[in-house]
């Protein structure tokens, strides 16, 4: 399994935001710090907007910032979010395209195992990623780009 970009960088995204603390920032910004490529952020952004996890003013002096607490943003709620398809095995979407469903243990080990893969992303918040770092890491990111 492996996530699309687009999750990766709204993670990026919704750290980042967590290290300004409220602070906006531009799109553009965020594109310089290595978050993603432009349309890439832009798409995230306008998913995570809508969700809730972040707000926005537009024009020349607008930005984007966190708009709820980190702590109540889990990782599991972005990756589903993002992720549209955890049939891990094509019984999953169509039980009737094997002739074994009924009785088949492979899906039941496979849903136990995605059920222990979101496990960590159910109760791993925005913050618990930046929570160990300080407030140095997001001044050393501005100054690499």
């Known amino acids: ?36 490529h432009r349309s890439q952020v832009v798409a995230a952004v306008q998913e995570l907007r809508k969700a809730g996890m972040i707000a926005s003013i537009p024009g020349r002096r607008g930005g984007i910032w966190i708009n709820k607490p980190p702590e109540t943003i889990f990782l599991a709620e972005v990756v589903r979010m993002f992720e549209t398809d955890f049939c891990l095995v094509k019984c999953f979407s169509d039980p009737s395209s094997c002739s074994i469903f009924h009785c088949c243990k492979f899906k039941e080990v496979l849903e136990v195992a995605l059920d222990q893969f979101f496990g960590p992303l159910e109760t791993t918040s925005i913050a618990d990623l930046v929570k160990d770092l300080d407030d140095n890491v997001l001044q050393q990111t501005a100054q690499a780009c």
């Open 1 to 36: 399994m492996r996530f699309t970009e687009r999750t990766d960088i709204a993670v990026k995204i919704l750290i980042h935001l967590s290290l300004l603390k409220g602070e906006k920032i531009s799109i553009d910004d965020l594109v310089e710090r290595y978050i993603g």
